[in-house]
């Protein structure tokens, strides 16, 4: 199926963008990209997609909700985007991660490394977690270091799966991912079964409701600051005492707004870990405590 691609540089806030998604969203999108949380970088960008079908029917209603965010939408390039074959695109631009003898991030047409612990094969598509950004690697720092033999883990916002998928070769328990992406939640089911966790490692589409009722002992929460703000209640109704919720997806800046939360919630710190990217812009990961 061919895709359309609607690129906007804009300057809204974190908010006046996660509320622009949803009402895209709403619209037939399926998939987005964002520069993340709010930075001090002046302008932002927000990728998002849709079917081509949907973006004729949708068309004059994306024109007119794009045209309500007024001068804060400072470009506006809609593409066509071909439908193709992924695994020749990826193959092209996608390099493999390691993380010393940890494990190894890998796309299919790369061959396994027998020097370390896990080999990980993620079919990445249009989906976010390639390790590849700081937010995902500082995720599997906190595995290597902690890893969650025996306990029920909750990979929320899985993007490709990778962390729960790791999170199950490490001997978890159980694994539910979920992501409120279609995009995502197919390829993260594909990706479950191509590593071999269909039995351990359940995939939903969906968000925070999804959790309703359900206990974990670990949650992997790798989203951006304002879903983990809003989501922070739900995630703690769902740890026991004496669960861990690791948050990343933020800046070094967000850390005191959120651990004030965390802790109005039950939630304690108990360390975090940092990682600069390419532009120098500094990422953290968090660890509380449920107490």
Known sequence: MNYYSVRLEHTLTDIEADLLTDDLAGLGF????SDGAESARATQTLTAYIPAPAY????????????????KIITRTDTLIPDK?????????????????????????HQPLAQVRHNIEIEPKM????????????????????????????????GTGVLG??????????????DIDEWAYRNAL?????????DKMRIEQGDASNLQGREFDVILANINRNILLRDTAVYAACLP???VLYLSGFYRQDMDLLEKECNAHRLFYQKHIEKQDAGGETWAAMKFLKK
């Open 127 to 158: 989906s976010f977690g390639t390790a590849h950004h700081p937010t995902t690697s500082l995720m599997i720092g906190f595995l290597e270091s902690e890893p969650p033999a025996g306990k029920r883990v909750l990979d929320m916002g899985c």
């Open 190 to 198: 594909e990706n479950v079964a191509r590593n071999g966790l269909s």
């Open 241 to 243: 005492a004496g669960g």
């Open 30 to 33: 399926e998939s987005f990209e």
């Open 165 to 178: 998928i790791l999170s199950g070769m490490q001997g978890a328990e159980s694994v539910l991912g979920i």
């Open 56 to 71: 004729d029917v949708a068309r004059a209603d994306i024109d007119t909700l794009l045209q309500d965010c007024g001068e």
């Open 85 to 109: 074959d992924w695994n020749a695109e990826w193959e092209k631009s996608y390099t493999p991660v390691r993380f010393g003898d940890f494990c190894y991030v890998h796309a299919p047409f």
